[in-house]
Protein backbone atom coordinates (compact mmCIF):
# COMPACT_ATOMS: atom_id res chain seq x y z
CA UNK A 1 0.00 0.00 0.00
CA UNK A 2 1.22 3.77 -0.83
CA UNK A 3 2.45 5.80 1.67
CA UNK A 4 0.79 9.04 2.51
CA UNK A 5 3.63 11.24 1.96
CA UNK A 6 4.07 9.35 -1.68
CA UNK A 7 0.22 9.87 -2.37
CA UNK A 8 -0.06 13.39 -1.41
CA UNK A 9 2.99 13.73 -3.74
CA UNK A 10 1.33 12.07 -6.70
CA UNK A 11 -1.47 14.22 -5.99
CA UNK A 12 0.23 17.42 -6.12
CA UNK A 13 1.81 16.57 -9.20
CA UNK A 14 -1.71 15.53 -10.37
CA UNK A 15 -2.82 19.30 -9.79
CA UNK A 16 -0.76 21.26 -11.97
CA UNK A 17 -2.28 18.91 -14.68
CA UNK A 18 -5.67 18.81 -13.64
CA UNK A 19 -5.68 22.97 -14.03
CA UNK A 20 -4.30 22.87 -17.27
CA UNK A 21 -6.17 20.38 -19.00
CA UNK A 22 -9.93 21.87 -17.31
CA UNK A 23 -8.21 25.56 -18.80
CA UNK A 24 -7.44 24.17 -22.02
CA UNK A 25 -11.13 22.53 -22.17
CA UNK A 26 -12.70 25.99 -21.14
CA UNK A 27 -10.88 27.86 -24.09
CA UNK A 28 -12.11 25.50 -26.74
CA UNK A 29 -8.30 24.33 -27.47
CA UNK A 30 -8.48 21.36 -29.92
CA UNK A 31 -7.14 17.44 -30.48
CA UNK A 32 -5.41 17.89 -26.66
CA UNK A 33 -3.47 15.01 -25.72
CA UNK A 34 -1.00 14.22 -22.44
CA UNK A 35 2.65 12.88 -22.63
CA UNK A 36 3.93 11.28 -19.56
CA UNK A 37 7.76 11.93 -19.87
CA UNK A 38 9.07 11.30 -16.49
CA UNK A 39 10.85 8.38 -17.51
CA UNK A 40 12.33 9.68 -21.03
CA UNK A 41 13.29 13.59 -20.21
CA UNK A 42 14.50 15.33 -16.81
CA UNK A 43 12.70 18.24 -18.83
CA UNK A 44 9.01 17.52 -16.69
CA UNK A 45 6.77 14.98 -15.35
CA UNK A 46 4.25 15.40 -18.10
CA UNK A 47 3.57 16.78 -21.64
CA UNK A 48 0.31 18.43 -23.04
CA UNK A 49 0.22 19.41 -26.82
CA UNK A 50 -2.96 20.77 -27.68
CA UNK A 51 -3.98 22.96 -31.00
CA UNK A 52 -5.76 25.87 -32.24
CA UNK A 53 -7.90 26.99 -35.21
CA UNK A 54 -6.00 30.26 -35.64
CA UNK A 55 -3.17 32.58 -34.27
CA UNK A 56 -5.81 34.80 -32.74
CA UNK A 57 -7.07 31.16 -31.28
CA UNK A 58 -3.32 30.19 -29.84
CA UNK A 59 -2.98 33.57 -28.48
CA UNK A 60 -5.87 33.51 -26.06
CA UNK A 61 -5.15 29.73 -25.30
CA UNK A 62 -2.10 30.35 -24.17
CA UNK A 63 -3.44 33.84 -22.33
CA UNK A 64 -6.03 31.64 -20.43
CA UNK A 65 -3.84 28.75 -19.24
CA UNK A 66 -1.08 31.47 -17.93
CA UNK A 67 -4.14 33.52 -15.84
CA UNK A 68 -5.10 30.14 -14.32
CA UNK A 69 -1.73 28.96 -13.38
CA UNK A 70 -1.03 32.46 -12.16
CA UNK A 71 -4.46 32.48 -10.18
CA UNK A 72 -3.02 28.76 -8.29
CA UNK A 73 0.51 30.47 -8.06
CA UNK A 74 2.48 28.61 -10.55
CA UNK A 75 4.19 31.02 -12.30
CA UNK A 76 4.46 29.84 -15.88
CA UNK A 77 7.85 30.87 -18.55
CA UNK A 78 5.80 31.59 -21.88
CA UNK A 79 7.70 31.66 -25.08
CA UNK A 80 6.01 31.88 -28.68
CA UNK A 81 3.22 34.53 -27.99
CA UNK A 82 3.79 37.31 -30.34
CA UNK A 83 3.52 35.15 -33.36
CA UNK A 84 0.70 32.65 -31.89
CA UNK A 85 1.93 29.39 -34.23
CA UNK A 86 3.24 27.64 -31.37
CA UNK A 87 3.57 28.86 -27.64
CA UNK A 88 5.60 26.95 -25.35
CA UNK A 89 4.26 26.99 -21.97
CA UNK A 90 6.84 25.81 -19.12
CA UNK A 91 5.21 25.53 -15.74
CA UNK A 92 7.75 23.86 -14.29
CA UNK A 93 7.21 19.52 -14.39
CA UNK A 94 4.58 20.70 -16.80
CA UNK A 95 4.86 21.88 -20.41
CA UNK A 96 2.54 22.94 -22.81
CA UNK A 97 2.80 23.06 -26.45
CA UNK A 98 -0.16 25.46 -28.06
CA UNK A 99 -0.31 24.78 -31.93
CA UNK A 100 -2.04 26.27 -35.11
CA UNK A 101 -2.74 23.04 -36.82
CA UNK A 102 -0.32 23.26 -39.16
CA UNK A 103 2.93 23.80 -37.47
CA UNK A 104 1.66 20.69 -35.33
CA UNK A 105 1.38 18.56 -38.31
CA UNK A 106 4.96 19.87 -39.70
CA UNK A 107 6.74 19.24 -35.93
CA UNK A 108 4.52 16.31 -34.75
CA UNK A 109 6.30 16.22 -31.38
CA UNK A 110 3.25 13.76 -29.84
CA UNK A 111 5.56 10.94 -32.63
CA UNK A 112 8.95 11.83 -31.38
CA UNK A 113 7.81 11.67 -26.99
CA UNK A 114 5.29 8.74 -27.87
CA UNK A 115 7.73 6.54 -29.23
CA UNK A 116 9.36 3.61 -27.18
CA UNK A 117 12.61 4.97 -25.81
CA UNK A 118 15.82 3.25 -28.17
CA UNK A 119 17.07 1.44 -25.19
CA UNK A 120 13.52 -0.52 -25.17
CA UNK A 121 13.20 -1.35 -28.40
CA UNK A 122 16.86 -2.43 -28.84
CA UNK A 123 15.98 -4.80 -25.90
CA UNK A 124 12.87 -6.07 -27.55
CA UNK A 125 14.87 -6.86 -30.62
Not at 17 to 22: D, I, S, T
Not at 33 to 59: C, E, P, Q, Y
Not at 74 to 80: D, L
Request: proline share 5%; glycine share 6%.
Amino acid sequence: MPSTASLMAANAKGKPLKLVLASLEDAKAEDTITIDIHNKSALGDFMVVTSGRSHRHVGAIADRLVTDLKADGIVPRVEGLPHCDWVLIDAGDLIVHIFRPEVREFYNLEKMWMAEPYSERRSHA
